[in-house]
């Protein structure tokens, strides 16, 4: 009993701690970080860590303290159900292509009415028809009958905001995927790979609360139940915190001002052509940048970025991301044969020519090898 007890603490600590952890790493990046669009991205996170460390105590007190628990029972409502919702605002922060996009703060609304309307219900509740609610055998009570149903009924109603909302975040990745290698070189950040471990482990953590209420064995559900979810939930948090801290995703917007050039300087520059644009790239090399995105050309070539997408879709048959990856794999390939480079490492040339990381370069050299004739043409 005492190993179990002691698992239990250990469990709900590492999970705790972790958030507090990830939280002050984030905070000393807010600090650092200029760019406003990034701080709103850290803050929320921050939030939500917040949210999470109150919703694991609140756990902690089913475990330890039931009076204390069902004192704080609005609570855990409450930040079960903000969760989900704080977890697709983040999605759609770090998935957002566009200025206009802007996250509602309707989706908020639902979770908070309904923690708002419970409180207010439990509030009302005599304390000794508290005190005889189980969380698995449903006592029905004259005149209590609606709020102890509505009151078990919370972990459904949790589970169901919480399908729906990863369902919301998952379509928010897939689509961003689609879009994002028109404007973005970066094909490490453009992937957001990262974020399908926080999917699997989301889809993972899911059940397990559901199997509390058939499997029979207390020591057995508790540690199914408790110790394995917060295990899952350290492993999100420091993914997470990771990869944002890193700023492994793009925060792509509008360029207004190079989309709004105007016809006086879009005629004073050549029209675009593949001569305009491979004499541009062969003698500026803006591929070496490795956080190029399209939005940095389009003053260049006094276009907007629609229109140049659009060109090199047309002309060379590949999206912007393949199009400047082609450029930085011949620059490895140059780089590789020159005479002084012969003992050089490869990693070292894979960053002299533009690639952000090794993964990075395998990625595009895999991809880039299913392209048909893929490339410009020198």
Not at 315 to 341: A, V
Request: aromatic share 16%; hydrophobic share 50%; proline share 3%.
């Amino acid at each position: 009993m005492e190993i179990e007890r002691l698992l239990l603490i250990m469990s709900f600590s590492i999970a705790v701690f972790s958030a507090l952890f990830c939280s002050i790493l984030l905070l000393i990046r807010l600090f650092w970080n200029k760019d406003e669009f990034i701080k709103r991205v850290i803050i929320l996170l921050i939030s939500g860590y917040i949210v999470e460390i109150i919703y694991v105590i609140t756990i902690f007190f089913y475990n330890f303290d039931k009076d204390t628990f069902i004192q704080t029972k609005p609570v855990n409502f409450l930040t079960m159900l903000l969760l989900p919702v704080m977890f697709y605002h983040l999605i759609f922060k770090i998935t957002r292509l566009r200025t206009a996009e802007q996250f509602s703060f309707w989706h908020y609304v639902l979770p908070l009415s309904l923690a708002a309307g419970y409180g207010l219900w439990f509030a009302l509740t005599p304390w000794s028809i508290l005190l005889l609610m189980d969380a698995k055998d449903i006592q029905w009570i004259a005149g209590y009958k609606g709020f102890i149903f509505f009151d078990y009924s919370r972990f459904y109603i949790r589970l169901i905001l919480s399908l729906i909302y990863l369902g919301l975040a998952a379509n928010r990745v897939i689509r961003y995927r689609k879009e994002i290698v028109q404007y973005s070189s970066n094909m490490e950040e453009t992937s957001l790979a990262w974020l399908y471990q926080i999917f699997g482990v989301l889809f993972l953590v899911i059940p397990f609360p559901v199997l509390y209420y058939f499997i029979g064995s207390e020591v057995y559900t508790k540690f199914v139940g408790l110790v394995v979810p917060l295990l899952f939930i350290l492993l999100l948090n420091v993914t997470t915190c990771y990869h944002i801290f890193r700023q492994n995703f793009i925060l792509l917007t509008e360029d207004i001002i190079a989309d709004r050039l105007s016809e006086q300087e879009k005629e004073s520059r050549e029209p675009l052509s593949h001569e305009v644009v491979s004499k541009y790239m062969d003698v500026k090399k803006p591929y070496l940048d490795p956080n190029l995105k399209i939005t940095d050309l389009i003053t260049a070539f006094g276009t907007n970025r629609t229109y140049l997408s659009s060109f090199i879709n047309t002309t060379y048959g590949l999206n912007f991301s393949m199009y400047i990856n082609r450029y930085r794999l011949e620059e490895f390939q140059r780089l590789k044969e020159l005479p002084e480079n012969k003992m050089a490492d490869e990693e070292e040339l894979v960053y002299l020519a533009g690639f952000r990381s090794h993964q990075s370069f395998k990625r595009s050299e895999k991809i880039l090898k299913s392209a048909v004739n893929a490339g410009p043409n020198q």
